[in-house]
């Protein structure tokens, strides 16, 4: 599947227990597509997909929710690949290692070899381990609904982009914890960024020992945060 013309938010989609069956696709290269699988016994099978990417800066996005299935098993990722796992939603997630945004609302996911991570990154009421996430570059991440995401290897995060840093964590037991962190730097100036946490969220990064950046405001709003 593969296009050129930048027009349009388009979706090929499996719901209330369709099937979409392309087992020997092997590349998708389109922007503004999202595939997506809803509802129960709905399934999106991609088996054969080993190559991903959305176009001019536009995600190529899975989709699954409510009981639907994407399976993409040997699709490792890329900087313009997408995931949102909402609840109910299945889609294999241990072969990525490279995504430019994750959702997971109420769906939890295994990411144990994710190295890179840009763009925007939700997640809520789930805890979330990335174990092997070293590059969250220009990446911004929101955390709630008692969420509890864990970067133990990430040790510096670069500003390279105009993107971020906006980091949100808000309410009571979500927790960002960055254990491993000792940088914030960055020399691209352009936005107005904010880490903070609110109505009692929590960021952690107690070993944090440098920030070299413009343009930044660290907040804490709100009882307990």
Known sequence: LTGSVLCGFHTVQATAGGQILATNLANVTLGTLSLLADGTNSVIDLRGLKSGAGQSGYLLSFVAQNGGTVWIPQLA????????????????????????????L???????????LSGQTTISGVAEDFPSLTNFNGGNITVN???????????????????????TVTGPNSVLSLPGLTNLTGSVLCGFHTVQATAGGWILAP??????LGTLTVLADGTGS
């Open 145 to 167: 609904g008692g969420a509890v995401v864990t970067m133990p290897a990430l040790q510096n995060y670069v500003k390279d982009s105009c993107d971020g840093p906006d980091w």
């Open 207 to 212: 070993n944090l020992t440098s920030i070299t």
């Open 77 to 104: 990722g890329g900087p313009l690949v997408g995931v949102t796992i909402n609840a109910g939603g299945v889609m294999p997630t241990a072969q990525f290692r490279q995504l430019g945004g994750i959702t997971l």
């Open 106 to 116: 109420g769906g939890a996911a295994s990411f144990g070899n994710l190295t890179m």
